[in-house]
C-alpha cells in the first residue's frame, strides 16, 4: 500500500513551457485535490475530484487544469507556466463517506519556473 | 469564507519540555472539523490531530492533545515531553462538514524548534 505518490519530485521549468504532476493512490479514495503551498503560507486549494469525471476549482485554479479518468490518478496541467507557479505542489485523496475529513497527504512536488 | 490565523511564527521549547501552539478561526458554521499538520523538513504533510466541532471533549494523540474553545474559536496545541522529532512547522486546518469541496483551509503555520 503506497498511498499517495506523487511525480516528480522536482521540476524546473522555463517561463511559456508545459507540464503534468502526477498523482496516484490505491486507498480507492473517492475524494482527491491539489493544494499548492507557498513561502509564509499554508497550502491553498487548486482543484479538487470526488469520483471519476467529476472535477472541480478550488481557492486559486487559474492557470492549471485536470481531469479525472480513473479513480486512481488525477494529474494537474499546466498550460503555459509562469514564474508565479513556483510552488510547492501537494495532492491529497479521502474517502467522500466515513471518515472524509481525514485526508492523506502525498510528498509533493518542488517546482521552479525560470 | 473561513480564515485560519496562527500569530506565532516561531516557537523554541527545550527537549522534555511542554509547548503550546495557538489558533484561532472565523467562521459562521456551527458544526466543522479542526486539524493540526505537522510538516517536518522532507515537507510530508502529516496529520496530529483531529477534533470534531460538536464533540465537547478535547481530542488527545500520545503525547498531543488541543484545548479546543468553541465560543472563542480557539484551537491550540499542546505538546508534552517534547522531543527532537517534533522540530517541524505546524499548521492550524479548518473543513466544514464534508460535502461539496472538503476544503481544508490552513494558518500560514508555526516553525516550532525543539533544543536538546
Known amino acids: 500500500n503506497a498511498g499517495v505518490t506523487q511525480t516528480p519530485k522536482f521540476q524546473v521549468l522555463k517561463t511559456g513551457q508545459s507540464m503534468t504532476l502526477q498523482c496516484a493512490q490505491d486507498?480507492?479514495?473517492?475524494?482527491m485535490s491539489w493544494y499548492r503551498q507557498d513561502p509564509g503560507m499554508g497550502l491553498r486549494l487548486i482543484h479538487y475530484?470526488?469520483?471519476?469525471?467529476?472535477?472541480d476549482q478550488g481557492e486559486v485554479p487559474n492557470g492549471y487544469n485536470v481531469s479525472r479518468s480513473t479513480t486512481e490518478d488525477f494529474p494537474l496541467r499546466l498550460l503555459s507556466a509562469a514564474p508565479s507557479q513556483t510552488s510547492v505542489y501537494f495532492c491529497?485523496?479521502?474517502?467522500?463517506?466515513?471518515?472524509?475529513?481525514?485526508?492523506?497527504f502525498g510528498p509533493g512536488t518542488r517546482l521552479l519556473v525560470l | 469564507a473561513q480564515t485560519v490565523t496562527q500569530s506565532q511564527p516561531e516557537m523554541s521549547v527545550q527537549e522534555a519540555e511542554t509547548v503550546t501552539l495557538s489558533c484561532t478561526y472565523d467562521?459562521?458554521?456551527?458544526?466543522?472539523?479542526l486539524f493540526w499538520y505537522k510538516q517536518p523538513p522532507s515537507r510530508q504533510m502529516i496529520l496530529v490531530i483531529r477534533?470534531?466541532?460538536?464533540?465537547?471533549q478535547n481530542a488527545t494523540e500520545n503525547r498531543f492533545s488541543v484545548n479546543f474553545q468553541k465560543a472563542a474559536k480557539s484551537f491550540s496545541l499542546k505538546i508534552s515531553d517534547s522531543q527532537l522529532g517534533d522540530t517541524a512547522m505546524y499548521f492550524c486546518?479548518?473543513?466544514?462538514?464534508?460535502?461539496?469541496?472538503?476544503?481544508?483551509?490552513f494558518g500560514k503555520g508555526t516553525k516550532l524548534s525543539v533544543i536538546p
Open positions: 491529497a485523496s479521502s474517502y467522500t463517506r466515513g471518515r472524509a475529513e481525514t485526508q492523506y
Open positions: 486507498m480507492n479514495h473517492e475524494y
Open positions: 475530484s470526488v469520483g471519476a469525471g467529476i472535477t
Open positions: 467562521t459562521s458554521e456551527s458544526n466543522y472539523y
Open positions: 477534533q470534531e466541532a460538536y464533540k465537547q
Open positions: 486546518a479548518f473543513m466544514k462538514p464534508p460535502a461539496g469541496s472538503y476544503q481544508l483551509t
